[in-house]
C-alpha cells in the first residue's frame, strides 16, 4: 500500500534550519509531482511548496521564497523540504503530499519558538 513518512520536524530558534524527509513506498514516486503542505493551529491546511516528477520545476509559497528548498531524489524514493532562516509563524504541521492519487503522510510538527 501507499506509504508517506514525514520526518525530520522538530523545535528550533528563530533563524535556524531543518530540513524535512519524506519517505515514498507503493507507488512508483519517480513518476509523480511531490508537494509539502502546513497546517497551523487555527488555521487551514497551505501548500508551501511542489516539485515535477523530475524534479526540474518548483513552485512555492510567497511567505517561503527565498527561505525554502523542495528537491527529490528518485533513486531514494525521497522527497526533501530545506528550511532555512526560520521563523516564529513557520509553526505547523508539516505534511507530504502526492496530488495524484491524494496521498498523505501523518505529518510531522515544526516549532519556532526562542
Known amino acids: 500500500q501507499v506509504q508517506l513518512v514525514e520526518s525530520g520536524g522538530g523545535s528550533v530558534q528563530p533563524g535556524g534550519s531543518l530540513r524535512l524527509s519524506c519517505a515514498a513506498s507503493g507507488f512508483t514516486f519517480r513518476i509523480y509531482a511531490m508537494n509539502w503542505y502546513r497546517q497551523a493551529p487555527g488555521k487551514a491546511r497551505e501548500l508551501v511548496a511542489a516539485?515535477?516528477?523530475?524534479?526540474?520545476?518548483?513552485n512555492y509559497a510567497d511567505s517561503v521564497k527565498g527561505r525554502f528548498t523542495i528537491s527529490r531524489d528518485n533513486a531514494k524514493n525521497t522527497a526533501y523540504l530545506q528550511m532555512n532562516s526560520l521563523k516564529p509563524e513557520d509553526t505547523a504541521v508539516y505534511y507530504c503530499?502526492?496530488?495524484?492519487?491524494?496521498?498523505w503522510g501523518q505529518g510531522t510538527q515544526v516549532t519556532v519558538s526562542s
Open positions: 516539485i515535477s516528477s523530475g524534479g526540474g520545476a518548483t
Open positions: 503530499n502526492a496530488p495524484y492519487g491524494d496521498w
